[in-house]
Structures are given as C-alpha cells and as structure tokens.
C-alpha cells in the first residue's frame, strides 16, 4: 500500500543484498523508520518486541531470519537451532510455525551449500504468496461489502487491532476488502478499535487507513457494543492468528468481546482468515491454542506524543497496583459468521474447512 503516495511494502530484500528492510512499527504512527535486520539475534528481537507483528507479516519476517541465519551456520543442526530460536519468539501466530515448516521441508533436502540462497529465494516466495493471499481475501471480501452498498449509500465497518497492511506484506487481511471496495468508488466508514494495551488501532491502523486515504474514527475499545446497538456497524472484519479446524478464532484480546455484541445486535461478525493461519491441528481454541501473556508494563504504562512535540511513556495505574496481560482471546466459532479466505467465504466448520483445503487437513476429533 502506500506511504505518503509511494507503494511500500512492509518488508523487503536490501538492495545491497545484505540483510532485510523492515518498518520499524513500534515507531508508529509518529515516526516512519525503516530498519535493516542482519543477524539471528535481529529478526527474533525485531518479531518479539513487535517491531514487525501481525500474523502473516511475522510468518514471513521468520522466513528471512532463517535465511539469514543459514548464511553463518547451513548445516542441519544450524537449521535446525535457529528455526527453535524463531519458533520461541511469539507463541500465538501460528503463521510462525507455518513458515518455518514451509521453509525447512523445502531446505532440509539440499545440501548445506545450497541452502542460504535457496533460502532467500523461499523466503521472497512467502512473501510473494502472502500477496496474492490477501489480493485473493479483499476480492471475496468485497462481496460482502458491494451487496451492502447495494442498499445503503455508506457502508460502516468495524475492526479490531490491526489486520491490516502492516500486519502482513501487503493489501492486509481484514483490511485487504476496504482496499478493494475503495479502488471500486464504495462510500465507506471504518470504526478502529483503539485495541489496548497496545494499541495497534490508534496507531497502526488509523494511520495505514490514514495514508490510503479512508474515512475512519479511532473508538475506544468499550465504545463498539455501544454504536452496534445504535445501528453504526454494517459489518465487522477482524483477523486472525490461530483459527481451528473447526472455526474457533483466536485474535487479539478484545476481539471475543467485539463478537458477543456483533451476536446480540445482528451485525454480521467477519474474519479475514488466510489459509496460513489455519491450524488443522487443533479442534478447541479456547482449551488448545497457547495465549501469549506480555509485560504488565504494556498495561500499567503508555506512549505517547505530547503536544510540544516530545514522546513520553508515562504511568496510568497506581504504584503497587498489578496487572495481567493477555494478548489473545478466543472467540468460539459459533459467534463468527463466516471466514474470509482466499479461497472464499467459508463457513467456520470442520466440514467447510476440510472441503477448502483438502491438502491441509489432519484428522482431528
Ligand atoms: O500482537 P499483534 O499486533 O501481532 O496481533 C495482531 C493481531 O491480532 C492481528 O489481528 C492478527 O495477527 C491478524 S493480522 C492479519
């Protein structure tokens, strides 16, 4: 997408052909950084703290770590310890573990020579695909949002965190429909969930919507219950990054909570979900999928621009008082209306789910 007019995506080969350009996100929205990772240690710092984050965009993130971490050490137990190293960053995304896979059953049969450059040229295959991925989702996504446009002059949309551009390689996931439904003249309104603690609404979200131009407001995360019972939300589209064989979705923590009142007010409750987050491994979110817990800083702390300019992390809890932080949540598959993928809109059940993607399935009671 673009970055004030010009096409960018969120990660990249360097041009000298030494490491990999990434958008530092953590400085978002107030500063544009572009930064270069160049060692193992890099791309596990860069996944864990967030500098790049958002399921498919870590997937792919781990895919070049990995190629870079093969140019000092390409021998199966140098395969073999940095994708443990990879793998150990963020437990949630299952993208991670997808990419990783992806990338050691294409390597693992080479010889060790061979690898660093096979690598490299996997990991920009990943990348690549997760285009087209979520090119194919804002396609059959906007479906969804051209047959509402059909009965109402402006379409209202809700979305929670950030599922979008930055949180992949390009288009987004959640977002990837809104793009299309732009390109295609449909008046559109977006609701960003603000998403604390780290707010990835407020800042990433709003600001991506910001540079391609999308009419859009920022809400606190209590507010959606709120403007759904008004009538506000045409439809929500959030993302994913852990859904089940049988269509239980794991996303960023709120997101269950944005489904129950999407339940109780009628509004159509969406996932854009690419096949890569699909775990066909696992039959129960709620009891299966591992929530990744983070500091209790990112609650009782906040980041911000003050008005003269300076950025200041500032305290908002009382000294002594603690906080928990859990990153995800679960919403059960009986709350989601329909999953977005790239090879339609599917419905969150086993059956559906096997029938899309034969060549993934697993047997799972
Ligand atoms: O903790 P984050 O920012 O990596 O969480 C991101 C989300 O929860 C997204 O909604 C999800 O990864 C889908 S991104 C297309």
């Known amino acids: 997408m673009r970055v004030d007019g010009k096409p960018t995506r969120t990660i990249w080969p360097a041009a000298n052909g030494g490491g990999v350009m990434i958008i530092d996100q953590t400085r978002l929205p107030h500063e ?24 498919p965009l870590i997937g792919v993130t781990a895919a070049y770590g990995l190629a870079i971490a093969l140019r000092d050490d390409p021998g199966d137990s140098g395969l073999a310890a940095a994708s443990a190293k990879l793998l150990a960053t963020r437990p949630t995304a299952v993208n991670l ?24 040229a996997k990991a920009g295959e990943l990348a690549d695909l997760d285009v087209a991925i979520c090119d194919a989702i804002g396609v059959n996504g906007l479906a969804l949002i051209s047959e ?40 559109l309104h977006v609701y960003v969930d603000e998403t604390r603690p780290r707010n990835q ?9 910001s540079q391609q131009g999308i009419s859009h407001q920022v809400i606190v995360d209590n507010a959606g219950g709120h403007i759904m019972q008004h009538g506000g939300v045409d ?18 923590i709120g997101t269950y909570l944005k489904a129950l009142a999407a339940k109780d007010n009628d509004v159509p409750f969406y996932v854009a979900a690419p096949s890569s987050s699909i775990d066909f ?8 999928i591992p929530i990744e817990e983070r500091n209790a800083r990112e609650v009782t702390h906040m980041r911000g621009r003050t008005d003269d300019g300076r950025l200041e992390t500032v305290r908002i809890v009382p000294e002594g008082s603690r906080a928990t932080n859990p990153a995800f949540d679960v919403t059960p598959a009986r709350l989601v209306t329909g999953l977005i993928t790239e090879r339609g ?6 059956d559906a789910l096997a029938t899309a993607f034969p060549e993934r399935l697993q047997l799972v009671d």
Not at 97 to 120: G, H, Q, S
Not at 157 to 183: F, M, R, S
Not at 345 to 350: L, S, T, V
């Open 201 to 209: 609404g407020a800042s990433l979200t709003a600001w991506e919507l």
């Open 345 to 350: 809109i599917i419905a969150p059940r086993k």
């Open 148 to 187: 509402i446009a059909e009965r109402k002059s402006r379409v209202n949309i809700l979305t929670h965190c950030n599922a979008g551009w930055l949180a992949t390689v390009d288009w987004g996931t959640a977002t990837a429909p809104i793009y299309k439904a732009q390109d295609a003249g449909i008046d």
């Open 32 to 55: 544009f950084v572009i930064s270069e990772l160049v060692t193992l240690d890099n791309f596990a710092s860069a996944i864990k703290d967030m500098k790049v984050r958002g399921a």
């Open 97 to 120: 573990a997808w990419a990783l896979d992806v990338m050691r059953a294409a390597l693992a049969p080479l010889p060790p020579a061979a690898r660093p450059e096979a690598a490299f």
């Open 235 to 252: 439809l929500v589209i959030v993302g994913t990054d852990r859904t089940t064989a049988t269509g239980d979705v794991c996303n960023k």
């Open 281 to 288: 491994a696992i039959a129960d979110g709620v009891r299966d």
